[in-house]
C-alpha cells in the first residue's frame, strides 16, 4: 500500500521559504516519478513541480512556468523523501500542496496516488 505524508507547511510572509517534505512507504520514491501539485481555494488542483526515476545518468525535473527559478523539487532516496523547496514566495503561491505519485512514464494528468495536503499561506 502507498501512502504519501506531507509536511512542512505554514505562514510565511511574501518573499519568504518553505521547505515540504513528501514521506514515502510502499513505494521507493527512487523508482517512480513524484510530483508536486497545489489547489488554490476556489482553483484546481494544478501541476508545480516533478522528478523524474533515478538511472545511472542522474534525473530530469520539470516545473510550471509560475514556479520555475523559485521551486526546487529534490529526493533523498535513504530517506525515501521527496521536498519541494519554495523561495521568493508571492501570495498567488497560495494554496493546499498535495505530494504525488504515478506511473513510469506519466503526463501526470491523473495521479494514481495522493498524499492528504499541508497547506502553505504566504501573506503580503
Known amino acids: 500500500q502507498v501512502q504519501l505524508v506531507e509536511s512542512g507547511g505554514g505562514l510565511v510572509q511574501a518573499g519568504g521559504s518553505l521547505r515540504l517534505s513528501c514521506a514515502a512507504s510502499?513505494?521507493?520514491?527512487?523508482?517512480?516519478?513524484m510530483g508536486w501539485f497545489r489547489q488554490a481555494p476556489g482553483k484546481e488542483r494544478e501541476f508545480v513541480a516533478a522528478i523524474t526515476v533515478s538511472t545511472w545518468s542522474g534525473s530530469s525535473t520539470k516545473y510550471a512556468d509560475s514556479v520555475k527559478g523559485r521551486f526546487t523539487i529534490s529526493r533523498d532516496n535513504a530517506k525515501n523523501t521527496v521536498y519541494l523547496q519554495m523561495n521568493r514566495l508571492k501570495p498567488e503561491d497560495t494554496a493546499v500542496y498535495y505530494c504525488?505519485?504515478?506511473?513510469?512514464?506519466?503526463?501526470?494528468?491523473?495521479?494514481?496516488?495522493w498524499g492528504q495536503g499541508t497547506q502553505v499561506t504566504v501573506s503580503s
Open positions: 510502499g513505494r521507493a520514491v527512487s523508482t517512480y516519478p
Open positions: 504525488a505519485s504515478d506511473r513510469i512514464g506519466t503526463t501526470w494528468s491523473n495521479p494514481r496516488y
